[in-house]
């Protein structure tokens, strides 16, 4: 069995622009990292909000794996999607009997799996199941398979963040931010081997308010009513998080945060 495996994370995918930033840095980051298992948040991927089968698909042909958060219920097209396509998870502290699982088991070999577990926070978000309880349950169950666990913790609040981080420290391998869509800076391998960031930010537009576009987001501030959102379309960001984890222990060995930025997109149609 290999001594060392390779994950690259990618932050929340925001609409067409994301996608195609996406398409055109892969390639190259797979050969610089060559990672094993690519994993991507995208529950924005679809016009901005929420995820189609036909988006699903179309990053399923480039990532392994999808995760997601509050926003995956906002296409109905998609929520059926969930219980026919397993790589697209929804986070597990849903109440039993929503669409979809929160977990996944990604093959490297026959004999080295990785789980991937999707969790929701619930600090100025919807009231949901505990996800420090429903973490619990799903790790005990998932440490019988594999010490390789990766962590997609979609939160508001960076203190919950923080926390869950530091409570599963030494049980999964990475414990990874996302949601807000602003990469944060405090990568770290915490003191007993799980590889740690509190935001991995976001694929998207650049000059935007995180990923729509500006005049829109000021017209909300400014009028406190709703407003339609749609993806920003100028310049380009993609940000991630790159690990590497001892295949026998699961235990994080380095880790590398990623920032590509400052590319002009063309004016097109989002979707």
Request: include cysteine; glycine fraction near 8%; charge should be negative.
């Amino acid at each position: 069995m290999r001594d060392k495996i390779r994950v690259l994370f990618l932050g929340d995918i925001v609409g067409r622009p994301g996608r195609r930033i996406l398409s055109r840095h892969l390639p190259e980051l797979r050969r610089e990292l060559t990672p094993d298992l690519i994993i991507a948040n995208a529950e924005n991927a679809a016009g901005g909000v929420g995820l189609t089968p036909e988006v699903a698909q179309e990053l399923l042909s480039l990532v392994d794996v999808l995760t997601s958060g509050n926003h995956i219920w906002d296409k109905k097209e998609g929520i059926p999607f969930l219980d026919t396509e397993p790589r697209v998870l929804r986070p597990a502290n849903y109440p039993p009997g929503n669409p979809g699982k929160g977990d996944y088991l990604f093959s490297v070999s026959d004999e080295l799996k990785v789980a991937i577990l999707n969790l929701q926070g619930r600090v100025f978000m919807e009231a949901i199941d505990c996800p420090f309880r429903v973490a619990d349950e799903a790790i005990a169950r998932l440490r019988e398979i594999t010490p390789l666990i990766v962590v997609d913790f979609h939160a508001e609040a960076t203190s919950e963040k923080q926390a869950m981080g530091w409570y599963l420290d030494g049980r999964v391998s990475a414990v990874v931010g996302t949601h807000t869509h602003v990469p944060t800076a405090d990568e770290r391998i915490l003191p007993q081997g799980t590889a740690f960031i509190t935001d991995i930010g976001m694929v998207g537009a650049q000059d935007s308010v995180i990923g729509i576009k500006k005049d829109q987001a000021l017209a909300r501030f400014l009028t406190a009513r709703p407003q339609r959102f749609e993806p920003a379309k100028e310049g380009a960001i993609l940000s991630g998080l790159w690990v590497e984890l001892d295949s026998r222990t699961g235990k994080a060995t380095a880790l590398r945060r990623l920032l590509i930025s400052g590319e002009k997109e063309q004016d097109e149609p989002s979707r």
